[in-house]
């Protein structure tokens, strides 16, 4: 469990895990409305070397990162507005994967057999500018996670 006192500290634990990131990482950011889990997301594309600012994918729902913008592919998806989910299947992840990596939010929309290697956080709101960042590492996390 990681404490983060405020956005800053939010943004500095994605920013280190957007360095370690790699090819076919899929990352699952859960946690209620303003939870903070785009400001994460924001801080691992940081991580990547990503210079500009960062729009939340609600409504484009898959937004890519390519070289040389980024150390590697990443596509930054919200599930958020997903009902069915034979659409997510249209969405074309797995394909992501094969060059990149993959940052979800609400990833509950998704089958859990999908992040079985996955790295999942959990955002949860303990005060005005307080989260508390819990997580489940799958095996492709051994030995890079957790933060430290």
Known sequence: MLLLKDEQ???????QLGALLRQGDKLALSGTLGAGKTTFARGILEGLGYG??????TFAIVQQYELPETRIPVAHVDLYRIDDPDEIFELGLDDILDVGAMIVEWPDRMPDSFWRD???????????????????????????????
Not at 9 to 15: F, N, P, Q
Not at 52 to 57: L, W
Not at 123 to 138: C, F, K, M, Q, S
């Open 9 to 15: 500290a939010t943004l500095d634990a994605g920013r």
């Open 52 to 57: 500009e600012e960062v729009p939340s994918p």
């Open 118 to 148: 996955a790295l999942r956080i959990e955002l949860e709101i303990t005060g005005d500018d307080n989260r508390r960042l819990t997580w489940t590492a799958g095996s492709a996390w051994k030995d890079r996670w957790p933060l430290t």
